[in-house]
């Protein structure tokens, strides 16, 4: 299992120890649900980690990646941009605003800006990649989708539509990663 912590109030770098439960004596006590972060977010082999856990860090994901994606196409469709110069501005805003969520929790917690960003990076690339990755797929999958405006159902249909899916895929990947203590259990720490 990974530990990862700091030093002092406003961190100034990370220290991992990586802690090796195989050297444990079987008569000796070893309460595994100590090691266990933020409600049972992370498991020692993953077994302590909940549908719910995961379901709750996928939509923190999932929140971000709406706002940033919906500002984009609204910017890209305002802005009469094609496509693709849209969708790169709403998979971009999706990030940006999906990594920001976790910073400025964790920047709260009392983590430094370099720290900060790379727990952020930690926690939150891959559920955003799956979930943009859906998303965009069904976007662009769906007949008429691509060239529908703003006021049409067929963009909100599917761009909502996407959403749902994208949460439903991205939550076993979530799940997987925390019970491995990384993705969203990287946040968790500081908690």
């Known amino acids: 299992m ?6 002092g109030p406003h961190w100034t770098g990370l220290e991992i120890t990586i802690m090796d439960h195989s050297a444990h004596d079987t008569a000796a006590a070893h309460d595994h649900a100590a090691h266990q972060t933020h ?19 996928t939509l923190h994901c999932l929140t971000g990646c709406a706002i940033g994606e919906i500002l984009g196409m609204v910017i890209g469709t305002a802005l009469v941009w094609g496509n693709v110069q849209t969708m790169v501005l709403a998979v971009t805003l999706a990030f940006v605003f999906g990594y920001s969520f976790t910073l400025f929790a964790v920047r709260k917690a009392g ?27 069904i ?37 997987w990663m925390i019970g491995r203590g990384k993705g969203h259990a990287v946040v968790h720490a500081y908690h």
């Open 2 to 7: 990974v530990w990862v912590r700091g030093s």
């Open 39 to 57: 409600a049972g977010h992370a498991g020692h082999q993953g077994g302590g980690v909940t549908w719910g856990a995961a379901a709750k860090a």
């Open 111 to 137: 983590l430094d800006w370099k720290s900060a960003i790379k727990v952020a990076l930690a926690a939150d690339t891959v559920s955003i990649a799956v979930m943009e990755l859906v998303d965009n797929g």
């Open 139 to 175: 976007i662009a999958l769906t007949p008429g989708a691509m060239d529908a405006h703003l006021s049409d159902a067929l963009f909100w249909t599917a761009l909502l539509g996407g959403f749902a899916v994208a949460f439903v895929i991205t939550t076993p990947v979530n799940k």
